[in-house]
C-alpha cells in the first residue's frame, strides 16, 4: 500500500503546532529530526557499551545477603561495611554500610562523591542546618566535599547501599574557630 504524502503531511498538520517550512513536507521534517535523533543516540553510546563490553566481557557479579562479609569499620563503633565490588580502601567500589539503630556522626565530608539508597531503616541526614529523614528505598548523592551529619533513627539498623567513585574516607569537620575581636 502506497503513502500519499500530500494526504500525510495533511493528516500529521492535524496533530503538530507550529510554522510549516515550505516546500518541505511535514513528514519528511519529522523524519529528519528523528533519524538525527536516533544518530546522536547511538554515536554517543556505542563507544561506551563497547568499552564496557570489552573490560568485562559478560561478568556479573552476584552476591545473596548471606554471603556478604561485615566488616566493622575502624574508629566508628556502630558502623560495619560490606564490600561487594571494587576495594574501599583503593578506589572506586560499591558496598554496604549498615549503622546501628542510634548511630550518630558530627559533621564530617567525604572526600569522593557518593550515591547511596537506603535499604533498611530511616536515616537522617543534616544537609545546611536542616535535618531529613529518609525511609527505606530513598535516595542520596554527596558530591564535592558536601558537608553533612549522619545519624541512624533508633530501633531499626540502617542498611544503605553505596555507589562511591573513589577511594572511602570519613573527614571530620573541625569546629570553626571563636571569632577574634
Not at 500530500?6 to 493528516?11: R, S
Not at 529528519?32 to 564496557?52: C, E, G, I, Q
Not at 566481557?57 to 566488616?71: M, R
Not at 543534616?126 to 529518609?134: I, L, P, R
Request: net charge positive; proline share 6%; aromatic share 8%.
Amino acid at each position: 500500500m502506497a503513502v500519499d504524502p500530500q494526504k500525510l503531511d495533511a493528516f500529521l498538520g492535524k496533530f503538530v503546532c507550529g510554522n510549516r517550512v515550505k516546500g518541505v513536507p511535514m513528514y519528511k521534517r519529522h523524519a529528519t529530526v528523528l533519524a538525527m535523533t536516533l544518530a546522536l543516540a547511538v554515536s554517543a553510546f556505542t563507544p561506551l557499551a563497547a568499552a564496557k563490553d570489552a573490560k568485562k566481557s559478560g561478568n556479573a557479579v552476584l552476591i545473596p545477603t548471606s554471603d556478604l562479609k561485615w566488616t566493622d569499620v575502624p574508629g566508628f563503633p556502630g558502623v560495619k561495611m560490606a564490600a561487594m565490588d571494587g576495594n574501599p580502601a583503593k578506589g572506586p567500589h560499591h558496598s554496604m554500610l549498615k549503622f546501628a539503630g542510634g548511630f550518630a556522626a558530627d559533621l564530617h565530608h567525604h572526600s569522593s562523591d557518593h550515591y547511596g539508597t537506603i535499604v533498611s531503616g530511616t536515616l537522617v541526614l543534616t544537609v545546611d542546618g536542616k535535618e531529613n529523614k529518609f525511609p527505606a528505598g530513598s535516595y542520596f548523592s554527596f558530591k564535592g566535599k558536601k558537608q553533612h551529619v549522619t545519624k541512624c533513627e533508633a530501633g531499626a539498623d540502617c542498611v544503605l547501599s553505596m555507589d562511591v567513585r573513589g577511594k572511602w574516607d570519613v573527614v571530620a569537620e573541625s569546629a570553626k574557630p571563636a571569632d577574634k575581636k
